[in-house]
C-alpha cells in the first residue's frame, strides 16, 4: 500500500494561486509516476498532470501555462502549483502513483484535497 497525503487546498478568488503538496514514500517519488487528478462533482476526472519518474511532465489542455508540476526527491513531496485560476477548476484534487504514468487514474490515490476557485 503506497500513502499518499495532499495538502494545500482551499478558497481563493479568480487569478489567484494555490500551491498543491502530496507528501508520499520516497521510493514511490523518485520511482513512480506522479500525478493530479481532480474531481468535479457531475464531470469527469481529469489527469491534470503528470511527472514521470525522469523528470517528463504532460499536462491537460485545460491547464497548460497556468500550472505546473514538480517534486523534491529530498523531501519526498509532490507539489502542484496553480496560477490564474478559474471557476473550472473548482474540484477535488487527488495526488496519484503508479509505476508507469498510463495507469495513473487506477494507481494509488491520496484522500483529497478541495479546492474552490470563487468571487
Known amino acids: 500500500h503506497v500513502q499518499l497525503v495532499e495538502s494545500g487546498g482551499g478558497s481563493v478568488q479568480p487569478g489567484g494561486s494555490l500551491r498543491l503538496s502530496c507528501a508520499a514514500p520516497?521510493?514511490?517519488?523518485?520511482?513512480?509516476?506522479m500525478g493530479w487528478i481532480r474531481q468535479a462533482p457531475r464531470q469527469a476526472r481529469e489527469v491534470v498532470a503528470s511527472?514521470?519518474?525522469?523528470?517528463?511532465?504532460s499536462y491537460a489542455d485545460s491547464v497548460k501555462g497556468r500550472f505546473t508540476i514538480t517534486k523534491d526527491n529530498a523531501e519526498s513531496t509532490l507539489y502542484l502549483q496553480m496560477n490564474s485560476l478559474k471557476p473550472e477548476d473548482s474540484a477535488t484534487y487527488y495526488c496519484?502513483?503508479?509505476?508507469?504514468?498510463?495507469?495513473?487514474?487506477?494507481?494509488?490515490w491520496g484522500r483529497g484535497t478541495q479546492v474552490t476557485v470563487s468571487s
Open positions: 511527472l514521470d519518474k525522469d523528470g517528463a511532465t
Open positions: 520516497k521510493h514511490t517519488v523518485t520511482a513512480w509516476c
Open positions: 496519484a502513483a503508479d509505476p508507469r504514468c498510463a495507469g495513473l487514474a487506477r494507481g494509488y
